[in-house]
Protein backbone atom coordinates (compact mmCIF):
# COMPACT_ATOMS: atom_id res chain seq x y z
CA UNK A 1 0.00 0.00 0.00
CA UNK A 2 1.22 3.66 -0.88
CA UNK A 3 0.23 6.89 0.42
CA UNK A 4 -1.51 8.45 -2.89
CA UNK A 5 -2.43 11.82 -3.49
CA UNK A 6 -6.25 12.62 -2.86
CA UNK A 7 -8.83 15.22 -3.09
CA UNK A 8 -12.34 15.75 -2.46
CA UNK A 9 -14.10 17.91 -4.71
CA UNK A 10 -17.40 19.67 -4.70
CA UNK A 11 -19.01 20.00 -8.25
CA UNK A 12 -21.56 21.94 -9.25
CA UNK A 13 -20.84 24.79 -6.94
CA UNK A 14 -18.69 27.32 -5.84
CA UNK A 15 -19.68 26.52 -2.13
CA UNK A 16 -18.04 23.59 -0.28
CA UNK A 17 -21.01 21.50 0.98
CA UNK A 18 -23.49 22.34 -1.72
CA UNK A 19 -23.12 20.49 -4.42
CA UNK A 20 -21.97 17.05 -5.63
CA UNK A 21 -18.86 15.56 -3.71
CA UNK A 22 -16.66 13.21 -5.99
CA UNK A 23 -13.37 11.31 -4.23
CA UNK A 24 -10.21 11.57 -6.93
CA UNK A 25 -7.10 9.19 -6.29
CA UNK A 26 -4.90 11.89 -8.45
CA UNK A 27 -1.84 8.76 -8.51
CA UNK A 28 -3.64 5.16 -9.39
CA UNK A 29 -0.65 3.27 -10.94
CA UNK A 30 -0.26 -0.35 -9.70
CA UNK A 31 -3.72 -0.32 -8.50
CA UNK A 32 -5.81 -3.35 -9.56
CA UNK A 33 -9.74 -2.93 -10.53
CA UNK A 34 -10.22 -5.06 -6.87
CA UNK A 35 -8.34 -2.12 -5.01
CA UNK A 36 -10.38 0.68 -7.15
CA UNK A 37 -13.42 -1.19 -6.35
CA UNK A 38 -12.90 -1.44 -2.51
CA UNK A 39 -11.89 2.12 -2.30
CA UNK A 40 -14.76 3.13 -4.07
CA UNK A 41 -17.36 1.26 -1.50
CA UNK A 42 -15.35 2.18 1.85
CA UNK A 43 -15.53 5.93 0.39
CA UNK A 44 -19.30 5.51 -0.43
CA UNK A 45 -19.78 8.29 -2.32
CA UNK A 46 -21.88 8.31 -5.60
CA UNK A 47 -18.66 8.19 -7.54
CA UNK A 48 -14.87 7.71 -6.83
CA UNK A 49 -11.95 8.29 -9.77
CA UNK A 50 -8.82 7.28 -10.64
CA UNK A 51 -6.43 8.99 -12.58
CA UNK A 52 -3.63 7.21 -14.95
CA UNK A 53 -1.85 8.11 -17.85
CA UNK A 54 -3.58 7.84 -21.21
CA UNK A 55 -3.12 4.19 -23.12
CA UNK A 56 -1.16 4.77 -26.09
CA UNK A 57 -4.27 4.83 -28.51
CA UNK A 58 -5.34 7.74 -26.07
CA UNK A 59 -2.16 9.62 -26.00
CA UNK A 60 -1.90 9.49 -29.52
CA UNK A 61 -5.72 10.72 -29.80
CA UNK A 62 -4.62 13.87 -27.69
CA UNK A 63 -5.86 12.74 -24.65
CA UNK A 64 -4.23 14.18 -21.31
CA UNK A 65 -4.95 11.87 -18.87
CA UNK A 66 -7.10 9.08 -18.62
CA UNK A 67 -10.01 8.32 -15.79
CA UNK A 68 -11.72 5.58 -14.53
CA UNK A 69 -15.03 6.06 -12.22
CA UNK A 70 -16.05 3.81 -9.81
CA UNK A 71 -19.53 3.90 -8.04
CA UNK A 72 -20.07 1.75 -4.83
CA UNK A 73 -21.59 -1.02 -6.83
CA UNK A 74 -18.71 -1.15 -10.13
CA UNK A 75 -17.40 0.81 -12.68
CA UNK A 76 -19.03 3.46 -14.89
CA UNK A 77 -18.04 4.00 -18.31
CA UNK A 78 -18.68 8.02 -18.20
CA UNK A 79 -20.47 10.68 -15.38
CA UNK A 80 -20.53 13.71 -15.79
CA UNK A 81 -19.45 15.54 -11.85
CA UNK A 82 -16.65 13.03 -11.69
CA UNK A 83 -15.52 14.60 -15.47
CA UNK A 84 -15.55 18.35 -14.06
CA UNK A 85 -14.34 17.03 -10.35
CA UNK A 86 -11.44 15.45 -11.81
CA UNK A 87 -10.44 18.14 -14.19
CA UNK A 88 -10.49 20.40 -11.58
CA UNK A 89 -8.14 18.30 -9.15
CA UNK A 90 -5.72 17.40 -12.27
CA UNK A 91 -5.74 20.81 -12.94
CA UNK A 92 -5.14 22.29 -9.41
CA UNK A 93 -2.33 19.97 -8.89
CA UNK A 94 -0.44 21.66 -11.06
CA UNK A 95 -0.90 19.80 -14.63
CA UNK A 96 -0.71 21.59 -17.73
CA UNK A 97 -3.27 20.56 -20.79
CA UNK A 98 -1.52 19.35 -24.28
CA UNK A 99 -3.82 22.17 -25.56
CA UNK A 100 -4.24 25.15 -23.24
CA UNK A 101 -8.43 25.25 -24.20
CA UNK A 102 -9.46 22.19 -23.56
CA UNK A 103 -8.52 19.44 -21.53
CA UNK A 104 -8.62 16.00 -23.03
CA UNK A 105 -10.14 13.10 -20.86
CA UNK A 106 -9.91 9.39 -22.27
CA UNK A 107 -12.95 7.32 -20.29
CA UNK A 108 -14.46 3.65 -21.08
CA UNK A 109 -16.73 5.40 -23.64
CA UNK A 110 -13.99 7.35 -25.38
CA UNK A 111 -12.35 10.99 -25.28
CA UNK A 112 -14.37 13.69 -23.59
CA UNK A 113 -13.13 17.53 -24.17
CA UNK A 114 -13.87 19.32 -20.74
CA UNK A 115 -13.43 23.27 -21.81
CA UNK A 116 -12.17 25.90 -20.04
CA UNK A 117 -14.74 29.11 -19.20
CA UNK A 118 -13.55 31.31 -16.72
CA UNK A 119 -14.24 30.22 -13.48
CA UNK A 120 -16.29 27.08 -14.64
CA UNK A 121 -15.42 23.90 -16.58
CA UNK A 122 -17.53 22.54 -19.17
CA UNK A 123 -17.57 18.97 -20.83
CA UNK A 124 -18.73 18.20 -24.12
CA UNK A 125 -21.68 15.57 -23.87
CA UNK A 126 -20.99 12.56 -25.40
CA UNK A 127 -22.83 10.80 -28.37
CA UNK A 128 -26.39 10.94 -26.69
CA UNK A 129 -28.78 7.47 -27.73
CA UNK A 130 -32.85 8.34 -27.47
CA UNK A 131 -35.78 6.31 -28.10
CA UNK A 132 -39.08 5.95 -26.83
CA UNK A 133 -39.73 4.12 -23.58
CA UNK A 134 -42.01 0.89 -23.12
CA UNK A 135 -45.17 1.82 -23.08
CA UNK A 136 -45.10 -0.22 -19.70
CA UNK A 137 -42.55 1.17 -17.90
CA UNK A 138 -43.64 4.93 -17.73
CA UNK A 139 -46.60 4.47 -15.94
CA UNK A 140 -44.88 1.67 -13.31
CA UNK A 141 -42.35 4.59 -12.74
CA UNK A 142 -45.31 7.24 -12.81
CA UNK A 143 -47.00 5.39 -9.90
CA UNK A 144 -43.29 5.08 -7.81
CA UNK A 145 -42.74 8.75 -8.16
CA UNK A 146 -46.59 9.43 -7.14
CA UNK A 147 -47.02 11.10 -10.50
CA UNK A 148 -50.82 11.47 -12.14
CA UNK A 149 -50.79 10.76 -15.48
CA UNK A 150 -51.55 14.44 -16.95
CA UNK A 151 -48.24 15.93 -15.05
CA UNK A 152 -46.13 13.84 -17.44
CA UNK A 153 -45.31 16.46 -20.77
CA UNK A 154 -42.95 13.89 -22.24
CA UNK A 155 -40.74 10.71 -21.96
CA UNK A 156 -37.41 9.64 -23.41
CA UNK A 157 -35.07 7.10 -22.70
CA UNK A 158 -31.59 9.05 -22.23
CA UNK A 159 -28.14 6.85 -22.90
CA UNK A 160 -24.95 8.34 -22.66
CA UNK A 161 -23.24 5.73 -21.10
CA UNK A 162 -25.57 5.55 -18.14
CA UNK A 163 -29.06 5.17 -19.10
CA UNK A 164 -32.10 7.08 -17.60
CA UNK A 165 -35.70 7.23 -17.67
CA UNK A 166 -36.48 11.34 -18.85
CA UNK A 167 -39.69 12.60 -18.08
CA UNK A 168 -40.80 15.97 -18.24
CA UNK A 169 -43.13 17.68 -16.11
CA UNK A 170 -45.74 20.01 -16.22
CA UNK A 171 -44.46 22.39 -13.02
CA UNK A 172 -41.24 22.98 -10.63
CA UNK A 173 -43.77 22.15 -8.06
CA UNK A 174 -44.45 18.94 -9.12
CA UNK A 175 -40.93 18.36 -9.04
CA UNK A 176 -40.00 19.71 -6.00
CA UNK A 177 -42.84 17.67 -4.68
CA UNK A 178 -41.86 14.27 -5.89
CA UNK A 179 -41.82 11.94 -2.72
CA UNK A 180 -40.60 8.73 -4.18
CA UNK A 181 -40.91 4.57 -3.06
CA UNK A 182 -37.72 4.38 -3.21
CA UNK A 183 -38.12 0.67 -2.90
CA UNK A 184 -40.22 0.46 -5.87
CA UNK A 185 -37.48 2.43 -8.11
CA UNK A 186 -34.90 0.26 -7.16
CA UNK A 187 -37.44 -3.12 -8.00
CA UNK A 188 -38.55 -1.24 -11.20
CA UNK A 189 -34.43 -1.38 -12.06
CA UNK A 190 -34.37 2.37 -13.76
CA UNK A 191 -32.57 5.58 -13.22
CA UNK A 192 -35.01 8.32 -13.83
CA UNK A 193 -34.40 12.03 -13.99
CA UNK A 194 -37.42 14.34 -13.65
CA UNK A 195 -37.39 17.90 -15.77
CA UNK A 196 -39.65 21.05 -15.50
CA UNK A 197 -38.28 23.83 -18.01
CA UNK A 198 -39.99 27.21 -16.98
CA UNK A 199 -38.76 30.93 -17.58
CA UNK A 200 -34.90 31.44 -17.47
CA UNK A 201 -32.64 32.89 -14.66
CA UNK A 202 -33.66 36.61 -14.02
CA UNK A 203 -31.36 39.20 -12.34
CA UNK A 204 -31.32 37.53 -8.80
CA UNK A 205 -29.79 34.20 -10.43
CA UNK A 206 -33.29 31.78 -9.89
CA UNK A 207 -33.33 28.89 -12.49
CA UNK A 208 -36.80 28.02 -14.54
CA UNK A 209 -35.03 24.75 -15.07
CA UNK A 210 -35.65 22.48 -12.43
CA UNK A 211 -33.96 18.46 -12.27
CA UNK A 212 -34.23 15.79 -9.73
CA UNK A 213 -32.49 12.71 -10.36
CA UNK A 214 -33.39 8.98 -8.88
CA UNK A 215 -30.82 6.46 -8.85
CA UNK A 216 -31.59 3.78 -6.51
CA UNK A 217 -30.57 0.93 -8.98
CA UNK A 218 -27.22 2.32 -8.33
CA UNK A 219 -27.55 2.46 -4.87
CA UNK A 220 -27.99 6.02 -4.73
CA UNK A 221 -31.65 7.00 -3.83
CA UNK A 222 -31.44 10.80 -5.08
CA UNK A 223 -28.31 12.07 -6.99
CA UNK A 224 -27.48 15.59 -5.28
CA UNK A 225 -27.08 16.76 -8.74
CA UNK A 226 -26.38 15.15 -11.87
CA UNK A 227 -24.16 15.95 -14.98
CA UNK A 228 -24.45 13.06 -17.30
CA UNK A 229 -28.42 13.57 -16.47
CA UNK A 230 -28.38 17.02 -17.48
CA UNK A 231 -26.60 16.51 -20.06
CA UNK A 232 -28.57 13.69 -21.96
CA UNK A 233 -31.60 16.23 -20.99
CA UNK A 234 -30.26 18.72 -22.68
CA UNK A 235 -29.37 17.12 -26.07
CA UNK A 236 -33.09 15.79 -25.95
CA UNK A 237 -34.88 18.88 -24.91
CA UNK A 238 -32.78 21.67 -27.15
CA UNK A 239 -33.04 19.49 -30.09
CA UNK A 240 -37.22 19.08 -29.81
CA UNK A 241 -37.33 22.60 -29.23
CA UNK A 242 -38.36 22.20 -25.42
CA UNK A 243 -35.56 24.02 -23.85
CA UNK A 244 -33.46 27.11 -25.32
CA UNK A 245 -29.87 26.63 -26.49
CA UNK A 246 -28.52 28.27 -23.22
CA UNK A 247 -29.60 27.66 -19.47
CA UNK A 248 -29.18 26.68 -15.72
CA UNK A 249 -30.39 24.20 -14.08
CA UNK A 250 -30.97 23.87 -10.22
CA UNK A 251 -30.57 20.62 -8.74
CA UNK A 252 -30.58 19.11 -5.13
CA UNK A 253 -32.82 21.57 -2.90
CA UNK A 254 -34.59 18.86 -1.62
CA UNK A 255 -31.74 17.31 -0.49
CA UNK A 256 -30.44 20.54 0.84
CA UNK A 257 -27.90 21.68 -1.41
CA UNK A 258 -27.94 24.58 -3.85
CA UNK A 259 -26.15 23.10 -7.58
CA UNK A 260 -26.19 24.77 -10.15
CA UNK A 261 -25.67 23.07 -13.93
CA UNK A 262 -24.84 25.65 -17.24
CA UNK A 263 -26.34 24.31 -20.34
CA UNK A 264 -24.79 25.97 -23.36
CA UNK A 265 -25.61 24.53 -27.10
CA UNK A 266 -22.96 25.60 -29.81
CA UNK A 267 -23.06 26.72 -33.13
CA UNK A 268 -22.07 23.52 -34.37
CA UNK A 269 -24.24 21.49 -32.39
CA UNK A 270 -22.82 20.38 -29.53
CA UNK A 271 -24.01 20.45 -26.20
CA UNK A 272 -21.69 21.51 -22.95
CA UNK A 273 -22.00 21.32 -19.41
CA UNK A 274 -20.74 23.59 -16.97
CA UNK A 275 -20.14 24.07 -13.40
CA UNK A 276 -17.73 25.50 -10.70
CA UNK A 277 -16.10 22.63 -8.72
CA UNK A 278 -14.54 23.68 -5.18
CA UNK A 279 -11.86 21.74 -3.41
CA UNK A 280 -13.20 21.09 0.50
CA UNK A 281 -10.43 18.17 1.58
CA UNK A 282 -6.74 17.22 0.07
CA UNK A 283 -4.18 15.11 1.69
CA UNK A 284 -2.95 11.28 0.90
CA UNK A 285 -4.85 8.03 1.02
CA UNK A 286 -3.22 4.80 1.84
CA UNK A 287 -4.55 1.93 -0.83
Known amino acids: MHARPFKQ???FTDRPGYGNPVAVVLDAQGLSD??????????NLSETTFLLPPTAEGLAAGA???LRIFSPRGELPFAGHPTLGTCHAWLQAGHVPRNPAVVVQETALGLVRIAREGERLAFAAP???????SPALVPLVASALGLRPHQILGAQMLDNGPVWLGLLVDSAQTVLGLQPDH???KDLGQDVGVVHVGPQADQTGASGVVVRAFAAPMGNPEDPVTGSLNASLAEWLIAEG??????QVAQGECLGRAGRVHIRHDDTGQVWVGGHCVTCIEGTALL
Open 9 to 11: IDV
Open 34 to 43: ADMRRFAAWM
Open 64 to 66: DYR
Open 127 to 133: PLKRYSP
Open 183 to 185: ARL
Open 242 to 247: LAPRGY
